[in-house]
């Protein structure tokens, strides 16, 4: 039988030594693990305020005419074709963001989200240009 004072005994720093500084090594890293969780909980709340801050507010009104976002657009038979249609016109403003609106050409009602909605411009208005002939200068 052998006693923890003899020097090859089961007890002596030799053997305890790696154990210890590996329990330590995991305790590290588990400290690690924990601050970069918190550092991308944090990481990700940011950019949802900062997300959140840059969507703009729609204010619609009733009456107003508004265009709808073409959801079923196929890419690749007409790319230069508007992801618009309308004008429509607001009827009816829920509270959950849903509008009701009204086509202009075919009289039809139906729900939409807000989000698929903008405002509606008509074109810049021109006026008359007026024509000027050029004649041949004089020398």
Not at 19 to 42: G, T
Not at 89 to 107: C, D, P, W
């Amino acid at each position: 039988m052998k006693f923890p004072d003899e020097p090859d005994s089961l007890c002596t720093l030799s053997i305890i030594e790696p154990i210890v500084q590996e329990v330590f090594e995991l305790d590290c890293q588990s400290k690690l693990e924990e601050d970069l969780l918190d550092n991308l909980e944090i990481e990700d709340k940011e950019t949802k305020v900062f997300h959140v801050a840059r969507i703009s507010k729609k204010n619609f009104t009733v009456g107003q005419k508004v265009l709808l976002q073409h959801s079923k657009l196929k890419f690749l038979p007409g790319k230069l074709r508007s992801r618009w249609l309308g004008p429509h016109v607001i009827t009816k403003i829920f509270a959950n963001g849903a509008v009701e609106i009204q086509s202009l050409k075919t009289n039809n009602t139906f729900k939409v989200n807000d989000h698929q909605l903008k405002e509606y411009r008509k074109g810049f208005q021109t006026e008359p240009v007026e024509i000027m002939d050029l004649e041949d200068p004089i020398l």
